[in-house]
């Protein structure tokens, strides 16, 4: 059974960086598109970015330069390099991947981790 496990996430100042982590564990299907979705409370998840197996990236508007998506096919991994944090980028932050397979796809979501930015 296919699981996502995330690493990264955690309290930053203003200003400061991050990097998020999310392995995929237990795939026997090909993994097409990772990406990052981040969530407040009351808010609808967003997507922060994706990248596709060809190395294609997409971000959302608010990233505007700051963040970096990349992944490491052969770990099965995706990365989220985040520098000049704002508080407003406080979110829980949830790796999503979908893979393909048997004629269909299948999409995944990690548990989520949380980012803080706060001073």
């Known amino acids: 059974q296919v699981h996502l496990v995330e690493s990264g996430g955690g309290l930053v100042q203003p200003g400061g960086s991050l990097r998020l982590s999310c392995a995929v564990v237990g795939s026997g299907l090909t993994i097409r598109t990772m990406g990052w979705y981040r969530q407040v409370p009351g808010k609808e998840r967003e997507l922060v970015a994706d990248i596709t197996a060809a190395g294609s990236t997409n971000y959302g508007e608010f990233v505007k330069g700051r963040f970096t998506i990349s992944r490491d096919n052969a770990k099965n991994t995706v990365y989220l390099q985040m520098n000049s944090l704002k508080p407003e980028d406080t979110a829980a932050y949830y790796c999503?991947?979908?893979?393909?397979?048997?004629?269909?796809?299948?999409?995944?979501w990690g548990q989520g981790t949380q980012v803080i930015v706060s001073s």
């Open positions: 999503n991947v979908v893979r393909a397979g048997w004629g269909r796809t299948f999409d995944t």
